[in-house]
Nanobody, 124 residues
């Protein structure tokens, strides 16, 4: 059974850090582009970051560039999202997804398998 499981969310103060994990079972992550998306209450889902399968190219939304870092650990079949300098506007449910390619516009149509999400709350 193909499954993605996110973990690492929680409550953090502004300026703090969290590392989200996206662990796969039933398939090998490094064959797929892996994207991170988020959805805040009352807002549309937005792409945050993506790492390609072919050459490991990384993509970031302008809102997180310089603060977030996406990486793979193929031995652990896991993709990470390191989030630093967190802001209250980063509060959302974060989802990872496996797909065929990354794009600068984080088109969700390229992603077919999604995790259940992990809550990130940035608040003092």
């Amino acid at each position: 059974q193909v499954q993605l499981v996110e973990s690492g969310g929680g409550l953090v103060q502004p300026g703090g850090s969290l590392r989200l994990s996206c662990a796969a079972s039933g398939f090998t992550l490094d064959y797929y582009a892996i994207g991170w998306f988020r959805q805040a209450p009352g807002k549309e889902r937005e792409g945050v970051s993506c790492i390609s399968s072919s050459d490991g190219s990384t993509y970031y939304a302008d809102s997180v560039k310089g603060r977030f870092t996406i990486s793979r650990d193929n031995a652990k079949n896991t993709v990470y999202l390191q989030m630093n300098s967190l802001k209250p506007e980063d509060t959302a449910v974060y989802y990872c997804a496996a797909g065929v390619r990354c794009s600068y516009y984080f088109d969700a149509r390229y992603f077919g398998s999604w995790g259940q999400g992990t809550q990130v709350t940035v608040s003092s």
